[in-house]
């Protein structure tokens, strides 16, 4: 849905925001980060991904987030995570239910995770072609969003509690594609008020 970059063939943006933020104290989503909100910079970097379609997943706080996720672009698919307050798990099983039956990959963000750098994007797209999955790394270590492709859709509709994708990516040992990103912010996510200061 990115201006100026042609969407991978039948792959979706799906953005994470069903979280209470107890650790920040409620409403985390809907902080301010830089000219807008925080949920408005995930979903910036959602939209800037080579994808056809941007769905926001809402579980507490659904009517303020899904106002906020609609203000940022009126485009945006709206599902609820029934279960929400199980954990991830829930949140990412609504999410591929949700997803128009011809999807062939999801590109699963965070929306907590205001700096992810846009220049990951395509690569992870591009890796679905020759790879079950792909995710960014940063000094070693494995960060989001990660691109998953249909082939992993039903381990992803098994998931429980809140385990989000992680195990289902662990399994893939040398299969997974890992991404080189150009810095932290594939790491960085704002779990308390503190962690607004870098906007």
Known sequence: MATGVEATQG??????????????????????WGEGLLLHAALAAAFAAPVRGVT?????????????ARGFDPRVRIVHAEGHAEGMGASLRAAIASLPPDTEGAMVFLGD??????????????????APAAAPVFAGRRGNPVALSRSLFPDLLDLSGDQGAR???????PRLTLIEASDDGVLFDVDRPEDLAPA
Request: aromatic residues 2%; without cysteine.
């Open 167 to 173: 195990a289902v990516l662990d399994a893939l040992g």
């Open 113 to 130: 995770m205001p700096r992810v750098p846009h220049g990951v994007l395509q690569p992870l797209a591009r890796a679905l072609a020759t």
């Open 11 to 32: 792959l979706e943006a799906v953005v994470l925001a069903a979280g209470s933020g107890r650790r920040f104290g409620g409403g985390k989503l809907l902080a301010p």
């Open 56 to 68: 926001v997943v809402t579980g507490a706080d659904e009517a303020a987030v899904a106002a906020a």
